[in-house]
């Protein structure tokens, strides 16, 4: 026996390509409100629209999931006691509902052919409507089982003529219902269209699928994108014709994910021209072979995805602004999600990761750069590959920025901040460093502390100050003004992978500013 108070919700993507970062915010949304209030995560593949179902679909939702850590309590590849979780299983259970709502005259069949829905709609726009519908109006010029006798239908029915279910829209209805996020919403029914329920195919469409699959899957609440929101009157409208009611779930429409600059929908194309990922993972199109990058690929960390999707509507109240997974299921409502669109912000994105990150031990962190490394830089010393995360954390914002940014470790600077150079490098410079050296090849100890005093004394000797030696120091270094503290760095290098660099720049240094 159920447990009408249980908390069960579904994410229902269809299996019609690489599985967008809105979707896997919704999936996030309801998991945590799930867990939150000790419910069931349930996936279901809504793939009822055959014509667009592309192959790997399925496995790329599923493994996208696993990735950030949503753990599905049922689904096609966990079972449960509610299955089958793909439509395509389900697609006996639909035309019972289907035939009952026309017996009880709340949907109808329509044979009209694709030529005759056009002529139709050339008609209408003809006639000044701007967006012609099949509707309470127009259904009474079409060919269908309200405007045939019963006898022409049943004929035509034997017959084998292709028909579709449509429902029957009334006139002049108010449908009115509470969303958990935008309160009470109102539709009037002659605004909306009548859909079709089930198809010439013989398959559902999403609207009739998915209110029966809510009801016999005993979901308690819809937490699913805005973009749905004009077909919950529909959904509404289908609960109340075929007698659930009661059981109607509770609705909660979550914002849309905008671009930057927050005009329009995050697509691909915007991912493309900013050069960030709108999809969790890689993926390939198995037809025309088109790729898109992914976060993980792109070096996302599972923690700071989520994160990032959590803050794309939710807010916390407070300043809190890293959550680990655990903390999004403490503190996470639905009260909290906002109504207005939310602009994905590239560089916020990039923080998250840089801050997730640093909370990482240094053990784990070599272990996510490591793919990033060459096999002869491996064989180095763990010790100093530790030394060389921990000196590279603070400012990383992916694992493999840790290399790219970070070649100076393993070997000599490609190239040196010239603009820098020319400021800083002169005869006086030269004749420090050329001491410098000389100190260096007679030094027994060598450490960041030791050095540092080393320079400072030699410094004031030839009174020369900081800004003057250390950039010029850092740049000799490592190529860049960029980087961790420089006498930390000289101390990893060690003194004499430092004097050979310090050699190397004051041959080349010249060359650069003439």
């Known amino acids: 026996m159920s447990d009408k108070n249980k908390i069960r919700v579904r994410f229902a993507p269809s299996p019609t390509g690489p599985l967008h970062i809105g979707g896997v915010r919704t999936a996030l949304y309801n998991y945590l409100f799930a867990k939150h209030n000790g419910g069931t995560f349930i996936l279901r593949i809504e ?15 599923i493994e996208s999931l696993e990735w950030c850590g949503i753990k599905c309590d049922e689904g096609p590849h966990v079972g449960g006691n509610y299955g089958p979780y793909r439509q395509s299983e389900r697609k006996d259970t639909y ?24 002529a139709m709609r050339e008609r209408l726009k003809g006639q000044g409507v701007p967006s012609p519908q099949y509707n309470h109006l127009s259904r009474e010029y079409m060919r269908n089982s309200l405007t045939l006798s019963a006898d022409e239908t049943q004929k035509l029915i034997a017959d084998g003529t292709p028909y579709v279910i449509r429902i ?6 108010e449908v009115k219902f509470e969303d958990v996020i935008r309160s009470w919403i109102v539709f009037q029914t002659n605004q909306l269209d009548d859909k079709v329920l089930y198809k010439s195919d013989g398959m559902p469409t999403y609207h009739l699928a998915n209110v029966v699959d809510d009801y016999n899957m005993e979901i308690s609440h819809v937490i699913r994108g805005e973009e749905w929101l004009p077909s919950a009157p529909l959904h509404v409208m289908l609960y109340k014709y075929l007698g659930w009611e009661d059981k ?11 671009r930057p600059d927050g005009k329009g929908k995050l697509s691909k194309r915007d991912g493309d021209k900013l050069g960030v990922p709108v999809f969790p993972l890689d993926w390939e199109d198995p037809t025309s072979k088109e790729k898109a990058m992914g976060f993980r690929e792109q070096g996302y960390l599972k923690e700071s995805f989520l994160n990032i999707l959590l803050f794309l509507g939710w807010n916390p109240g407070t300043e809190k602004e890293i959550y680990q997974l655990d903390e999004m299921i403490q503190d996470f409502s639905l009260e909290r999600v ?21 909370i990482k031990s240094n053990e784990d962190l070599l272990e996510l750069v490591k793919p990033y490394l060459n096999d002869t830089i491996k064989q180095k010393p763990e010790q100093f590959l530790l030394k060389f995360i921990e000196l590279m ?7 493999q920025d840790f290399y790219e940014s970070g070649k100076y470790f393993f070997g000599l600077p490609e190239s040196y901040d010239e603009k820098m150079i020319a400021k800083k490098w002169n005869d006086k410079t030269e004749v420090f460093f050329k001491e410098l050296l000389d100190q260096l090849s007679s030094s027994a100890m060598f450490d960041a502390t030791q050095f540092e005093n080393q320079l400072k004394v030699l410094m004031d000797k030839q009174q020369m100050k ?49």
């Open 47 to 61: 793939d009822t629209d055959q014509t667009r179902y592309i192959e790997g679909a399925e496995k790329y939702i």
């Open 95 to 118: 035309r019972v509902h289907a035939e009952n709502l026309v017996a009880k005259g709340h949907a109808y069949y329509a044979f009209d052919t694709p030529e005759e829905l056009e």
């Open 168 to 173: 029957k829209m009334p006139r002049n209805e």
């Open 248 to 258: 109607m779930p509770r609705f909660a429409h979550v914002p849309l994910i905008l």
């Open 338 to 358: 906002g109504k207005a669109g939310a602009k994905f912000d590239v560089d916020k994105a990039k923080w998250f990761n840089q801050q997730h990150l640093k």
């Open 393 to 399: 954390k603070e400012r990383a914002t992916s694992p």
């Open 466 to 514: 900081m800004g003057e030696v250390l950039p010029v120091l850092r740049i000799m270094l490592s190529g860049t003004m960029q980087g961790p503290p420089v006498f930390e760095l000289a101390e990893l290098l060690g003194k004499e992978v430092v004097e050979e660099r310090i050699k190397h720049a004051i041959v080349s240094f010249p060359a650069l500013i003439n």
